[in-house]
């Protein structure tokens, strides 16, 4: 089974408008990690936020928050206020620690474009 | 400042050869990561490397092979045995102590077959 779900393989956006990223990941850890990355063309790895999986609130960071629904399995990525500089394929990622801690399962991504 | 070092950037290979990609870090990480990207899709696990001398195979070894002789290095070799090697290669690298550090990456390697 896939252990990390991106269903949306493009996403459009307007600029200045908020988006949504959907990522679903399947684990029998109790404690685990979520990460989201960003990959712009030039193809590096840009890392966006983190959540943990006992933490209370949903992670932010500037314009970037997570939506994290754990009975749900779910952790979306939210962008607000789009930018063109936003366009770029994004991941999410997954640590579990009591088994595999140091393997990172990556989704197949989401390519996001921000129309002007 | 730290970080990880791939090189080459862009690398060409004729087939039936071995070709070795490099990739260092400063960041004092003890578990180290290859992976492989092809185009518009997400990162195979190759290999990965919890401690200096020890790796195991990730998702897609086959065709690949690594070492891990020193803390800072952590090469992988493309073998003739990898029938479709053409691809983007990312290493990575990360903490074993704390679960809510990201794993940081390299500029990444692109490889093409001529």
């Known amino acids: 089974a896939q252990k990390i779900t991106q269903t949306q393989p493009g996403m459009f956006v307007q600029e200045k408008e908020a988006v949504t990223l959907d990522c679903t990941y399947d684990t029998s850890d109790p404690s685990y990690g979520l990460f989201w990355y960003k990959q712009p063309s030039s193809g590096e790895m840009i890392f966006l936020i983190y959540q943990g999986s006992y933490d209370q609130q949903n992670a932010t960071e500037g314009r970037y928050s997570l939506n994290f629904q754990k009975a749900r399995k779910s952790a979306n990525l939210v962008i607000s206020a789009s930018q063109l500089g936003d366009s770029a394929m994004y991941f999410c990622?997954?640590?579990?620690?009591?088994?595999?801690?140091?393997?990172?399962?990556f989704g197949s991504g989401t390519k996001l474009n921000v129309k002007p | 400042d730290g970080g990880i070092t791939q090189s080459p950037k862009y690398l060409f290979r004729k087939e039936g050869q071995n070709v070795t990609l490099s990739c260092e870090q400063n960041?004092?990480?003890?578990?180290m990561y290859w992976y492989r990207q092809d185009p518009g899709q997400g990162l195979r696990l190759i290999y990965y490397?919890?401690?200096?001398?020890?790796?195991q195979k990730g998702d897609i070894a086959e065709g690949y092979s690594v070492s891990r002789e020193k803390k800072e290095s952590f090469p992988l070799t493309v073998t003739s045995a990898q029938k479709n090697p053409t691809a983007f290669y990312l290493c990575a690298s990360s903490t074993q102590d704390r679960m809510n550090t990201e794993a940081f990456f390299g500029q990444g390697t692109r490889l093409t077959v001529v």
């Open positions: 960041l004092n990480h003890d578990a």
């Open positions: 490397s919890q401690i200096v001398n020890d790796f």
């Open positions: 990622a997954m640590r579990e620690t009591l088994y595999n801690f140091n393997k990172f399962y």
